[in-house]
């Protein structure tokens, strides 16, 4: 029973369409997130979601639209893609997102995005 | 500007002797670190934690040290199998979310 699910894992997409990648917990956490791995591997944080309001927004273009309909699901949309969109993107939830997350994320197992 | 480095790519051990991995932080507010080990095709799975309050913690053949005048922290695994082969990120919490250095990939050998 998978903890933190992301669909579609592969997403061969054009250059200026619109997708959207799903991610579901049933960990019951309160806190959901979106991290990207670029090419360098470094994973960097795109959002937060704590009890589905925005928590954390780092300077990612308003391409990227987030989206929370309830504490289990946090959905990505993606407008205009670009060829620099390639990339892996995470999905991760935990409990609580202020101090003391010692116990970490449970990550997702990624969706490649490749943008052609 | 990154925040938490590891500056070893790769590493190479002989299963059954010590693995050491490092990883090296610049911001003296991160409360957490963490180490996450991570598979081709899977997502980063957490591994081991230490508060920025503690020097080490053990958990089996895992053994995290942090030095905070270093602002220096390591893993280290002991006896390493190869099943231990993975990439290993390093990661430090604060402000509500976890900064991840660029991964370094340990290879045991048989």
């Known amino acids: 029973d998978t903890a933190v699910s992301q669909t579609p894992k592969y997403l061969v997409t054009q250059m200026g369409n619109d997708k959207s990648i799903k991610c579901e917990q049933n960990?019951?956490?309160?806190?959901m997130y979106w991290y990207k791995q670029d090419s360098k591997k470094f994973l960097k944080i795109m959002f937060s979601y704590n009890n589905k309001e925005l928590i954390i927004n780092e300077t990612v273009p308003n391409r990227f639209s987030p989206k929370s309909p309830d504490k289990a699901h946090l959905n990505l949309h993606i407008n205009s893609l670009e060829l620099g969109d390639s990339a892996v993107y995470f999905c991760?939830?935990?409990?609580?997102?202020?101090?003391?997350?010692?116990?970490?994320?449970?990550f997702g197992s990624g969706t490649r995005l490749t943008v052609v | 500007d990154q925040q938490v480095k590891q500056n070893s790519p790769s590493l190479s051990v002989q299963e059954g002797r010590i693995s050491i991995l490092n990883c090296d932080y610049t911001?003296?507010?991160?409360?957490?670190f963490l180490w996450y080990k991570k598979y081709p095709a899977e997502g980063p799975t957490f591994l081991i934690s230490?508060?920025?309050?503690?020097d080490k913690n053990e958990d089996g053949r895992f053994t995290v040290f942090l030095n905070k005048s270093a602002k220096h922290l390591s893993l280290h695994i002991v006896p390493s199998q190869p099943g231990d082969s993975a990439v290993y990120f390093c990661a430090a919490s604060g402000l509500g979310k976890l900064v991840f250095g660029a991964g370094t990939i340990l290879r045991v050998k048989s």
């Open positions: 960990l019951g956490h309160d806190t």
């Open positions: 911001n003296s507010m991160f409360d957490y």
């Open positions: 991760a939830s935990s409990q609580g997102f202020l101090r003391g997350i010692g116990y970490g994320y449970t």
């Open positions: 230490i508060s920025s309050i503690k």
